[in-house]
DNA sequence: GTCTATACTGGGATAGAC
DNA sequence: GTCTATCCCAGTATAGAC
């Protein structure tokens, strides 16, 4: 195999490890030399593909975006997220991109929050991640629809709700914990909630509140 | 002064200059000789109060509770979180905290998210900080209310959003553009909601979610 | 108790051989 | 391109004078 096979090689390996090494120790705790060892490179061999660990952080999102772009090209009829299908739907769409990139998702997160409140990082990233739910919202409100308060806040509100609950719950390993029924109390004394539970849970919570349905019967009646 | 009131004030200082650039750099970036230089004094006198930045910022949240246990002393009648009044008391009560001691929360924050998702540790304090919220669910639950969903995990769902756009909204100066009516675009491009505003859509949004009330009129209707 | 000065360490980044 | 070896700095923590 040629220099140029073997060199995309290595930064594909580099980029495994740093998932593996992410999901594990955490963004922040990894260091440079924990992804090169886990990836069975030499420390120095780093450089030779990325500037820094932000640098690779930022070539991990674009890759995920590459791949999870079609997810979300929701270009339904009219949208209304106040439709229990609906709303379900986008959340558990939202909840899979967070579990099916976990170490990315996560690293962003501490990466936003390491840059510290005042930088505003993490207010950008929650409405960065959350135009959907903000345009959807919107339209809503154009059509009448008396919201809880403004759309930009409501959908952050709804973001950080999402992302928190991802970052404490979903299992560190890809598959094992999670879409298992009992919740189990390995995996760092965090408790397996099946997704199919924990979608549920906010979209109940999101469409109805606490109050319940009332008048208007179950979020899931047929 | 004697020997034993110079060192209480040193300690003093230091605590406070630490709150200072907790909230200015956050926790995780700030040095310990940040917070000594702060306090205008050497970088060894630190150690001779506390051992490590951690060890400082459990003072700091032991000085917390001091304060603000009396807050939380709700021991009125039976609580009920979908009363529209008591829900958004509680929430204004949350969110009162937060703002009043944010250096301390948001280090809490930066700190337990910096122990990594396999840890556990930002699950421990989602569900430490929202006993509250979790034990007037189970109320709610035992006389007959169906809830979106488990009671630890709704409650860990709004404590989640809570912490969240605290740490993403709050702003950094103690009283500055907190409490005005225009979203000033200062503070690292964050937007200035008002207290009230913010805690408003909350109480809304949790109470009878994004469907609004329906049948049962508005949230504040008198 | 507080200071100044310094030892020590982890980890980022580079130099140069292969 | 990858390796080994090393430099170097930031930051923690300590030693010892005052």
Known sequence: MERKARAAQT???????????????????????????????????FYQHFASKEDLLQALLADMHGQASQVF??????????DPAQLRQHLAAAWQVMRDNRPVVTALFESALAAG??????????????VVFRDHLRDLQEQGHALPGDPVLVAAAMGGM??????????????APGPTDAPSAADGGRPGYPDAQVVDTLA????YGLAGPGERGAVSPG
């Open 11 to 45: 930064e594909a390996a580099l980029k495994a490890a740093a998932q593996r090494q992410f999901a594990e120790r955490g963004y922040l705790n990894t260091k440079i030399t924990d992804i090169t060892t886990a990836a069975g490179r030499a420390a120095g061999s």
């Open 73 to 82: 090209d929701d270009d339904g009829p009219a949208h209304d997220l106040t």
């Open 117 to 130: 409140p005042a930088s505003g990082e993490l207010w950008k990233r929650l409405t960065g991640d959350t």
């Open 162 to 175: 999402l992302s928190m609950l991802g970052y404490a719950l979903l299992p560190v390993t890809p598959g």
């Open 204 to 207: 109940s919570l999101l469409l």
